[in-house]
């Protein structure tokens, strides 16, 4: 099944728009994993398990992996993922971008190694850059169009030559151009509502965002919902890492977990 069907499916069976994002910070686990190696995969695969009735997918972030030298863990929970929860779409958070025969190990990286349903990347380099994840025909590539940080501004808001922004003139790209087999998403923060309903309207209402910026960094959900939504009422996978992950330092963190993520997802559907 493709990444696009999977992730239609998953809107209509899980009735949520949230994405959990898996950002594991050894520094922040509850005392119970302290010491143990396997306390990443462990962690996260908690709190897969608590959140998976009120999720749209799952956004694991590479580095928080990599960092630790805990590739195979990230492996692990990919494969757990798909085992005990098939039906939700995983989506690597990696922000590559390079080259064609560089971006080709990359994408086998994301889609063979890790298996997973999409790969974040960057536009920064241009088409040829994008087309080796695309050849995966059946897996999504979600790229970066409005971030969520404020420095984001710094090149997404220079004005191109027929007048738009940078990060319009990725949207228009996409949506146009680079889109032609329907696997492509855009990353635009929730920090930046009036953006976020300018690249829904340039895009159209098939083209699924990634919306991260809910949660830690203070995202407004009902402005989120009426800008970034489609006419069916769904369109966004709504990230929020942190304050799911470290919802409870104690020993009620994955009860905690699934308590963040229920309400969340019920703040979202309150205003769809
Ligand atoms: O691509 C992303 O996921 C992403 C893009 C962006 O513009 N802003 C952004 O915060 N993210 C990621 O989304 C997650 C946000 O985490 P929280 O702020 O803890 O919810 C992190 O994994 C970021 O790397």
Same mark, same amino acid.
């Given at each position: #099944?493709? /990444?696009?069907?999977?992730?239609? +499916?998953?809107?209509?069976?899980?009735?949520?728009?949230?994405?959990?994002?898996?950002?594991?910070?050894?520094?922040?686990?509850?005392?119970?994993?302290?010491? &143990?190696?396997? %306390?990443?995969?462990?962690?996260?695969?908690?709190? @897969?398990?608590?959140?998976?009735?009120?999720?749209?997918?799952?956004?694991?972030?590479?580095?928080?992996?990599?960092?630790?030298?805990?590739?195979? +863990?990230?492996?692990?929970?990919?494969? !757990?993922?798909?085992?005990?929860?098939?039906?939700?779409?995983?989506?690597?958070?990696?922000? &590559?971008?390079?080259?064609?025969?560089?971006?080709?190990?990359?994408?086998?990286?994301?889609?063979?190694?890790?298996?997973?349903?999409?790969?974040?990347?960057?536009? !920064?380099?241009?088409?040829?850059?994008?087309?080796? !994840?695309?050849?995966?025909?059946?897996?999504? @590539?979600?790229?970066?169009? &409005?971030?969520?940080?404020?420095?984001?501004?710094?090149?997404? /808001?220079?004005?191109?030559?027929? $007048?738009?922004?940078?990060?319009?003139?990725?949207?228009?790209? @996409?949506?146009?151009?680079?889109?032609?087999?329907?696997q492509c998403g855009l990353v635009?923060?929730?920090?930046?509502?009036?953006?976020?309903?300018?690249?829904? +309207?340039?895009?159209?209402?098939?083209?699924?965002?990634?919306?991260?910026?809910?949660?830690? +960094?203070?995202g407004d959900i009902p402005a989120?919902?009426? %800008?970034?939504?489609?006419?069916? $009422?769904?369109? #966004? #996978?709504?990230?929020?890492?942190?304050a799911i992950l470290y919802a409870?330092?104690?020993?009620?963190?994955?009860?905690?977990?699934?308590? %963040?993520?229920?309400?969340? &997802?019920?703040?979202?559907? %309150? @205003?769809?």
């Amino acid at each position: #099944m493709t /990444f696009t069907r999977k992730l239609d +499916q998953a809107w209509a069976d899980s009735n949520s728009l949230l994405m959990v994002g898996l950002d594991p910070d050894p520094q922040r686990f509850p005392a119970e994993l302290t010491d &143990r190696p396997d %306390a990443i995969l462990q962690f996260c695969s908690a709190i @897969v398990d608590a959140t998976a009735p009120y999720v749209c997918g799952f956004k694991p972030q590479i580095a928080y992996f990599a960092s630790r030298r805990a590739e195979d +863990q990230l492996e692990a929970l990919c494969a !757990y993922i798909r085992e005990h929860h098939p039906t939700l779409p995983i989506v690597l958070d990696a922000k &590559r971008g390079d080259i064609g025969s560089t971006a080709e190990n990359y994408a086998r990286e994301a889609f063979e190694r890790f298996d997973a349903d999409a790969v974040t990347v960057s536009p !920064y380099m241009g088409f040829d850059s994008i087309e080796p !994840y695309l050849a995966w025909r059946d897996r999504g @590539v979600i790229i970066l169009c &409005r971030t969520s940080n404020p420095g984001g501004s710094d090149l997404q /808001f220079l004005t191109t030559d027929n $007048g738009d922004p940078l990060y319009l003139r990725v949207a228009e790209l @996409v949506g146009t151009k680079w889109n032609t087999n329907g696997q492509c998403g855009l990353v635009v923060g929730a920090t930046f509502p009036k953006e976020l309903a300018a690249v829904r +309207q340039r895009v159209g209402d098939s083209v699924p965002l990634l919306v991260p910026g809910i949660g830690a +960094q203070g995202g407004d959900i009902p402005a989120t919902v009426q %800008a970034g939504g489609n006419a069916a $009422g769904t369109g #966004m #996978m709504i990230n929020s890492s942190r304050a799911i992950l470290y919802a409870s330092g104690g020993d009620d963190w994955r009860e905690a977990a699934g308590r %963040a993520a229920k309400a969340t &997802r019920d703040a979202i559907n %309150a @205003v769809r």
